[in-house]
């Protein structure tokens, strides 16, 4: 009975958010802009949080306004309202960092703070920077590429976790992560090759072929991204990065798959 009361809040809460998500991409560029900018904010906050169980003090509004300012940045130069030039001003914003460090006595170790301050940074907003050059990819905003890559990374979630819980018996990574097995992965793999090939039918941005490889990346970038915020979690000595999100813990939790997926998409969608 419990299980499946858990099971019951995990799909209302990942109903309720993907159904956010979508219709945000969906709507419109701003209300694209508007959703995700929240998440990457709160996602960020969340780490920054988190660190500090280790008494790392890593000042954590003005990562987190770096981070939302470099999510803004990036919108407004895709979308042609800025030039790429302004993307120099988050550089010396970012090193004020140093300047504030300096007066702080009572910081014993300010290096280490200054590094956990970057990591909130490249580890967490920069992913989130990145997806504007995914929903610009065209030139302008389409939500396709997107909606797609993250209909395929739910679809390999919710693949691996059903097939893992049937019929998992290999463990896939077991002093990180003791639940994942290899079993679920391939399951999740094989769906989400199945749904890329199902999407690339009414999605045209992409053809058969590029869906199916973003499908890989996802299925091979995504396992790692779980895994390595996994090994974080694991290095504060937690269960979930936080609880706002019922039945799935915080926002890192929700999100560690596009995170580490996403750097890897866009290098294929530029380069290849």
């Not at 702080?104 to 940074?121: C, H, R, V």
């Not at 003791?178 to 992409?206: C, F, H, N, Q, R």
């Not at 590029?210 to 991204?225: F, P, S």
Request: proline share 3%; glycine share 8%; with cysteine.
């Amino acid at each position: 009975m419990g299980r499946f009361s858990e099971l019951y809040r995990r799909l209302i809460s990942a109903l309720f958010g993907a159904t956010v998500i979508v219709s945000a991409l969906i709507y419109g560029e701003w209300a694209y802009f508007g959703v995700f900018l929240l998440i990457c904010f709160f996602a960020q906050w969340e780490f920054y949080r988190l660190v500090r169980i280790q008494s790392y003090i890593p000042i954590r509004l003005l990562g987190v306004f770096i981070g939302s300012t470099l999510f803004v940045l990036s919108f407004l130069i895709e979308k042609g309202i800025l030039e790429y030039k302004y993307y120099v001003a988050i550089f010396p914003l970012a090193s004020v960092v140093f300047l504030i460090k300096l007066y702080k006595k009572e910081d014993t170790n300010p290096f280490a703070n200054i590094a956990m301050f970057y990591l909130g940074i490249t580890y967490v907003a920069l992913p989130f920077t990145l997806i504007n050059i995914i929903v610009f990819f065209h030139g302008t905003y389409g939500y396709q590429i997107m909606l797609g890559l993250l209909v395929i990374i739910w679809a390999s979630d919710t693949g691996a976790y059903f097939v893992g819980s049937l019929f998992g018996k290999t463990k896939l990574f077991e002093r990180i992560s003791p639940k994942k097995s290899w079993e679920g992965s391939i399951g999740g793999a094989l769906i989400s090759v199945a749904i890329a090939w199902g999407i690339s039918y009414y999605y045209t941005d992409l053809n058969l072929l590029e869906w199916i490889i973003v499908a890989l990346i996802v299925v091979v970038a995504g396992t790692y991204g779980d895994l390595v915020e996994s090994l974080f979690k694991r290095s504060m000595s937690i269960k979930d990065s936080g609880n706002i999100i019922p039945g799935h813990g915080g926002f890192l939790d929700r999100f560690d798959s596009l995170i580490l997926a996403v750097p890897f998409i866009v290098v294929f969608l530029k380069l290849f």
